[in-house]
């Protein structure tokens, strides 16, 4: 299965720098000064190189909320307990949680998938069923999963992608559930950015001054057992990450693959996207950062990968609700790119021809 991916991999192209160029040209034929709508028309003009359309097109939206459950969650790192994981998928599945409803605001669907839950689901409410195990083992005590079973994640995030593409999508957002998550979400990114576990750790769900010391030590223990290889992204996932984590990381190439806008939410989307960028490299291109999340480690992550976040919200929820937030300004800058009158066609002097 190993191959398999590394040729999915191989499927990744680089940009369309011709769409993006004509894109930028006709931002520059637009009824405004050059520049005034900011981050917006740059953020069009990388849509339209990403999908290799000068007309970029966001119709079909699909934020993907994946799901699983932590080993380390009995070392105390969560404010909450590991029996809330499946209680909120269920929410999903019903539309009550915060992620349905912002989705309903920018008309995105929701796919919510069972990468590691620890819970058995029934229909008809049930999720996706990509389940790799009943949560993974405890990553302070050992390798929270195998590296097969690393690369089995990766490859249901794909397949996750591809069967939503084939009836079309046109642009998808990365969203997350699991108790326990910021945890190997920070290992994750101490190796992959090299900061120290401290550096990168924050309260998650909330805990206290002590409690976040207590996941801090977790952290380095994990870190120290394990040696997590930080030049081999599987490597690294295995050891110290999640099942939903590698799932994410599975979105993002596939999406990728696709040429797909893929717009992250937070911390634990973010540190999937140190894994596929660790994996495949050219992925990066096709990222969209959302916001930047109160954990700390989240500016980290966003530096390492070179991105820019569109907004700055203090949000800290994960489930995608930052992405639904990033494909409504993406949506939002691909239709003045292609709704907006040229100087010509409104019959307004540009400054060039005064």
């Known amino acids: 299965m190993e191959e398999k991916l590394k040729r999915i991999v191989e499927e990744i ?5 011709e769409a993006g ?16 709508l900011g981050v917006l028309e740059g953020l069009s003009i990388r849509i ?53 409803v912002l989705a309903r605001q920018v008309g995105a669907e929701v796919v919510v998938a069972d990468l590691g ?14 389940k790799v195990a009943k949560g993974t083992r405890n990553l302070a005590r050992g390798p929270a999963m195998s590296r ?12 996750l992608v591809e069967r939503e593409w084939g009836p079309g999508l046109d642009i998808l957002g990365a969203g997350d559930m699991g108790i326990g998550n910021t945890t190997p979400s920070s290992a994750v990114t101490a190796v992959m950015t090299g900061r120290s576990a401290a550096e990168v750790t924050g309260r998650g769900t909330g805990l206290d001054d002590l409690g976040l010391a207590a996941k801090v030590r977790t952290i380095e223990r994990a870190l120290s057992i394990n040696r ?34 893929v717009v992250l939410d937070g911390f634990i989307s973010g540190a999937a996207a140190l894994i596929a ?65 040229t100087f010509s066609q409104a019959g307004v002097s540009d400054r060039e021809n005064l």
Do not use: C, W
Not at 117 to 130: I, K
């Open 277 to 341: 960028g660790s994996i495949a490299p050219q992925v990066k291109d096709y990222l969209i950062a959302s916001h930047r999340s109160v954990e700390v480690g989240h500016q980290a992550v966003l530096e390492n990968l070179g991105l820019k976040p569109l907004l700055n919200l203090d949000l800290r929820l994960g489930e995608g609700t930052g992405a639904a937030l990033g494909v409504f300004l993406a949506q939002a800058a691909v239709a003045l790119l292609n709704e907006m009158a």
């Open 228 to 261: 997590p290889d930080p030049g081999d992204g599987l490597d690294v996932l295995a050891k110290v990450g999640g099942y939903e984590i590698g799932g994410l990381a599975g979105v993002i190439i596939g999406g990728a693959r696709r040429r797909l806008p």
């Open 148 to 159: 097969a079973e690393a690369v089995r994640s990766i490859m249901a995030g794909i397949e």
């Open 117 to 130: 839950v620890d819970y058995d689901f029934s229909p008809p409410l049930a999720p996706v069923d990509l």
């Open 21 to 36: 160029e004509q894109a930028a040209l006709r931002q520059d034929q637009l009824t405004k000064p050059r520049g005034a």
């Open 48 to 100: 339209a190189a990403i999908q290799g359309r000068s007309r970029p097109r966001i119709e079909r939206k699909v934020i993907f909320t994946l799901a699983g459950d932590h080993g380390v969650a009995a070392e105390g790192v969560s404010a909450y307990p590991a029996e809330v994981t499946p209680q909120m998928v269920l929410n999903f599945l019903t539309g009550g949680a915060a992620i349905n």
């Open 13 to 17: 192209g680089p940009l369309d720098q």
